[in-house]
């Protein structure tokens, strides 16, 4: 769905949707090491409203109005300068099978219960 990176797979922080398991996932990779894991369940078929918050405390992730999700603390990747909707680092792979309707940016971290009524 999201992926902010240094052009590469080893520094990024990525959304992606696991159609298989039925989970969206936000994750953080620095050095290529996973640092941060945040999920939350979602119904195949369905419109997802979700929403996430990275910080030094960690990753929270919000979808469809639920309670926010808390990941473990993580290292953050440096050097992030390109951005990509819809499909994977070099735009050439995971393509999103769907539409984004909306995307915003908040230069600061948003607190839980901002994160849960965006997602509504």
């Given at each position: 769905v999201l992926n902010a990176s240094d052009g590469t797979?080893?520094?990024?922080?990525?959304?992606?949707?696991?159609?298989?398991n039925g989970f969206t996932t936000t994750r953080e990779i620095v050095a290529g090491v996973q640092q941060g894991n945040c999920a939350?369940?979602?119904s195949q078929k369905t419109n997802i409203r979700a929403s996430f918050a990275y910080s030094s405390a960690g990753v929270t992730a919000?979808?469809?109005?639920?309670?926010p999700t808390v990941g473990n603390n993580?290292?953050?990747?440096?050097?992030i300068n390109?951005?990509?909707?819809?499909?994977g680092?070099?735009?050439?792979?995971?393509?999103l099978n769907g539409?984004?309707?909306?995307?915003?940016?908040?230069p600061q971290r948003l607190i839980s219960a901002e994160l849960q009524a965006?997602?509504?």
């Open positions: 797979n080893n520094n990024r922080l990525h959304v992606f949707i696991d159609g298989s939350f369940t979602i919000s979808g469809n109005a639920s309670v993580a290292t953050h990747p440096t050097g390109k951005l990509s909707l819809g499909s680092v070099a735009g050439t792979g995971s393509f539409y984004i309707a909306k995307c915003a940016f908040y965006f997602s509504k």
